[in-house]
């Protein structure tokens, strides 16, 4: 529909152009679902297309997705220069804002994986003011967890940072800090949204939290009580993830 708004769909331009656009979304909503093999598929199908053709937005929708690839397959640094030059090339487009949430969190959560959370921090930062300054609020809680993640690692960073005799102080365990209000802010806002693969996801992060602050059976029941909504979709990387851990946070 988006397309058809900006080129008549009988011309083959517009054609061409409106399949560019369904294996861009195919590539983010994979990505999303984590599915690597689907994103490679759609990511790669989309490249080819948009170059041949000279679609610079959904080219550079692919790229990013790529540099996610890239990231799970090791390859950190390129991957994050491939997020990032996907980055750029969507700011050249002069396209909406929203249009490059997406790849910012895609970035977030690659510095997440290689531990950079000061990067990752400031791109989760860029995506919540194009968000709130747009009112594009579809990824929303998402935002808010992987934030959440950031602040957790950065705060164990920080802590085998200090010194021996601080390194072996206990801390206290249950202390709510920012990132747990990050989880529940997460959890706020897919519910309010309806957006249950997000609440899952958010719901697991909080749970693991729990986890390590000795609240197994709370975190046990919260996590139950969402993952027992579901009737499909169990092969998913989100509800394999959610089953294994009410499996360890079992009495």
Same mark, same amino acid.
């Given at each position: ?6 080129? +008549? ?93 997406? +790849? ?146 079992? +009495?």
């Amino acid at each position: 529909m988006i397309c058809s708004s900006i080129v +008549p769909t009988h011309s083959s331009t517009g054609r061409t152009l409106s399949l560019a656009a369904v294996l861009g979304f195919a590539s983010w909503f994979y990505q999303l679902s984590r599915d690597k093999q689907k994103t490679t598929e759609r990511a790669e199908a989309a490249i080819t297309l948009s170059t041949k053709q000279r679609l610079p937005l959904w080219l550079a929708t692919a790229e990013s997705c790529r540099g996610w690839l890239l990231a799970k397959q090791g390859q950190a640094e390129e991957g994050i220069a491939q997020i990032r030059q996907g980055l750029t090339a969507y700011r050249a487009t002069g396209a909406q804002v929203h249009w490059y949430i997406q +790849p910012l969190i895609a970035l977030a959560e690659v510095c997440l994986k290689v531990g950079r959370t000061e990067e990752g921090l400031s791109a989760l930062t860029e995506a919540m003011y194009a968000m709130n300054s747009h009112d594009e609020r579809w990824l929303e809680a998402e935002l808010y967890r992987l934030k959440g993640e950031l602040l957790l690692t950065q705060e164990s960073k920080e802590h085998r940072a200090q010194s021996s005799e601080q390194r072996f102080e206990t801390p206290n365990p249950n202390t709510p800090g920012e990132a747990e209000a990050c989880f529940l802010k997460a959890i706020e806002v897919a519910q309010r949204q309806q957006a249950k693969s997000l609440e899952l996801r958010a719901t697991v992060s909080l749970a693991r939290l729990w986890q390590k602050q000795g609240k197994q059976n709370e975190a046990h029941r919260r996590l139950s009580e969402i993952y027992n909504w579901f009737t499909e979709g169990f092969d998913t990387k989100d509800l394999q993830e959610a089953k294994a851990l009410i499996e360890e946070l079992s +009495p």
